[in-house]
C-alpha cells in the first residue's frame, strides 16, 4: 500500500540517521483499510455480518483499496438478523432461520448471501449513477464486464426484485464519504427475487387491457412454461424478455409467425393452438424473444450481437442485434427489421432479469 500523503506538500522534514530515514508529515497516514468504503463497516461493530462477508467473497480486496473507486449499500447486523441470517461463532458459519422455525439450516445460505453483498457493491461505470440517489431510475451492481443485478432506485429509496416481491423498499438512512467513493446505510436487506421472470411477466401481463396481455397468453400455453412452477422452462442465469405488445403480437399472426384463426389481414390470435406445428410457432418466437446471458436496459451500454435462447436444428444460438443510447434500445431481427423498447413500459426488474415492452416483433431465420 503506498503512502496516501503528498512528498512536497505534506512533508516539512527529512532527516538521515544511523539506519534509516525519518520524515516529518503534517497528515496522519490513513491505511486503506480504514479510509476506504470497507473501512466504514470495518470500523463499526454494527456491522459485523457484513464485513465477514466482504472478507469472505474476496470483495474487500477491492473495496478496501483506495485506488478503486466504489460505492457500497451496508446493512447492519440487525437487519440481517430480521431476515433470518446469523453467523455461528461457534462453527464459522452462516445460518439461516426461517420465520416460526426452531431450526436452523445452512442449506444454499453461503450462495444466498454471496448474492446479496454482491448486489451492494457498484463499480465504474454504474458508481457514477449510485453517486447520486435523489432521482429515479434503474442501475445494477458491479462493472462493466461481469453481469449484475439491476434494481429500481426513487429518491433514496432502493427496490430490487425481491423487495418488490414483499411489496417494499429499502430506505437510505444515512451516507458516509469515504476515500474511494460512498457508504449508503439501507434499513433493510436488498434481496434478490426467487421467482421466475415469468411470474413477473404474469403480473405484467394477466389483465386483458395490458400491452403485456397477448405475449402472456401465448407464453402461458406455450410448451417452455411450467404452470405448476410459474417458470420459463429452460432459463438459467441472466436474462431479458423482451415482449412485443398486443398491436405487434396481431402482425405477427398476420404475418405467419404465430398461429390465429381467419385470413390475413384480419386474423386473431389462437393463443392455445393444438397441432404441433403451431406450438413450434410459438415456442420459437417466444425463445428468440429472450436474451440469453445478458441483462440489456436502454442506458446505451449493451451494443453488438446478443444470443438468444432459440437455437437452430444443428444447436447454435440464433442472435439479435442492440444498438442505442441513454434512453433508448433498438433490438434488430435476423431480417434487420427493428423494433424499440417503449421506455414508460419497460425496465421490469426480475430474477437476474428486465423486462422490456417493445413495438415491434422480432422474425427470426430458423
Request: hydrophobic fraction near 35%; aromatic fraction near 10%; charge should be negative.
Given at each position: 500500500e ?7 506538500s505534506d ?6 540517521l ?7 508529515t503534517t497528515?496522519?497516514e490513513?491505511p486503506d ?5 470497507y473501512?466504514?463497516?470495518?470500523l463499526n461493530?454494527?456491522f459485523?455480518?457484513?464485513t465477514q462477508l ?6 474487500k ?6 485506488k478503486?473507486?466504489?460505492?457500497v ?8 438478523h430480521?431476515a433470518?441470517y446469523s453467523?455461528?461463532e461457534?462453527?464459522?458459519?452462516f ?5 416460526g ?12 448471501l454471496?448474492r446479496i ?11 457514477e ?15 462493466e ?8 432506485y426513487?429518491n ?9 416481491d414483499?411489496?417494499t ?6 451516507t458516509?464519504?469515504?476515500s474511494?467513493?460512498t457508504?449508503y446505510?439501507?434499513?433493510k436487506l436488498p ?11 404474469k403480473?405484467l ?13 401465448y407464453l402461458s400455453?406455450?410448451?417452455?412454461y ?15 424478455l423482451?415482449?412485443?405488445?398486443n ?5 405477427a399472426?398476420?404475418d405467419?409467425l ?13 393463443f ?5 406445428e403451431d406450438k ?5 418466437f417466444?425463445?428468440?424473444?429472450i ?16 444470443n438468444?435462447?432459440l437455437k437452430?436444428q444443428?444447436?447454435d444460438?440464433l442472435?439479435v442485434?442492440?444498438?442505442?443510447s ?5 433490438i434488430?431481427?435476423?431480417y ?7 421506455i414508460?413500459?419497460?425496465?421490469h426488474?426480475?430474477n437476474?432479469c ?12 430458423y
Open positions: 503506498p503512502a496516501n500523503f503528498n512528498p512536497q512533508v516539512f522534514d527529512k532527516k538521515m544511523s539506519n534509516g530515514i525519518v520524515y516529518g497528515k496522519v490513513e483499510v480504514f479510509s476506504t468504503v473501512g466504514e463497516a470495518y461493530p454494527s459485523t455480518m457484513m466482504f472478507n469472505e467473497t474476496g470483495i480486496l477491492l473495496i478496501a483499496n483506495s478503486v473507486s466504489a460505492d449499500f451496508l446493512i447492519p447486523d440487525s437487519v440481517f430480521n433470518g453467523y455461528n461457534s462453527k464459522a458459519q445460518e439461516y432461520r426461517a420465520p422455525s426452531s431450526s436452523s439450516t445452512t442449506n444454499s445460505v453461503d450462495d444466498d454471496t453483498v454482491s448486489s451492494c457493491v457498484f463499480y465504474s461505470p454504474f458508481k449513477i449510485v453517486d447520486n440517489l435523489s432521482g429515479k431510475g434503474i442501475v445494477r451492481s458491479g462493472d464486464g461481469t453481469e449484475g443485478e439491476y434494481m429500481n426513487d433514496m429509496t432502493i427496490q430490487t426484485a425481491g423487495l418488490m414483499q411489496g423498499v429499502a430506505h437510505i438512512t444515512a458516509k464519504q469515504a474511494n467513493g457508504a446505510y439501507l434499513d434481496v434478490f427475487s426467487k421467482n421466475d421472470p415469468a411470474y413477473h411477466l403480473q401481463g394477466s389483465d386483458a387491457s395490458s400491452p403485456f396481455n397477448y405475449f402472456w397468453q400455453n406455450s410448451t417452455v411450467s404452470p405448476d412452477e410459474t417458470k420459463i422452462i429452460g432459463l438459467t442465469g441472466f436474462t431479458t423482451f415482449v412485443p405488445d398491436d405487434a403480437i396481431v402482425q399472426v398476420n405467419g404465430l398461429p390465429g384463426t381467419g385470413t390475413a389481414p384480419a386474423m386473431v390470435p389462437n392455445n393452438p393444438s397441432s404441433v413450434e410457432l410459438v415456442r420459437k417466444i425463445q428468440y424473444h436474451l440469453d446471458g445478458h441483462t440489456a436496459v436502454p442506458d446505451g451500454r449493451s451494443s453488438g450481437l446478443y438468444t435462447t437452430n444443428v444447436g444460438a442472435t442485434s442492440l444498438s442505442g441513454s434512453g433508448s434500445l433498438t434488430s431481427d435476423n434487420m427489421r427493428q423494433a424499440h423498447v417503449i414508460d413500459q419497460s425496465d426488474i426480475s437476474r428486465v423486462i422490456h415492452l417493445i413495438d415491434n416483433y422480432l422474425k427470426y431465420s
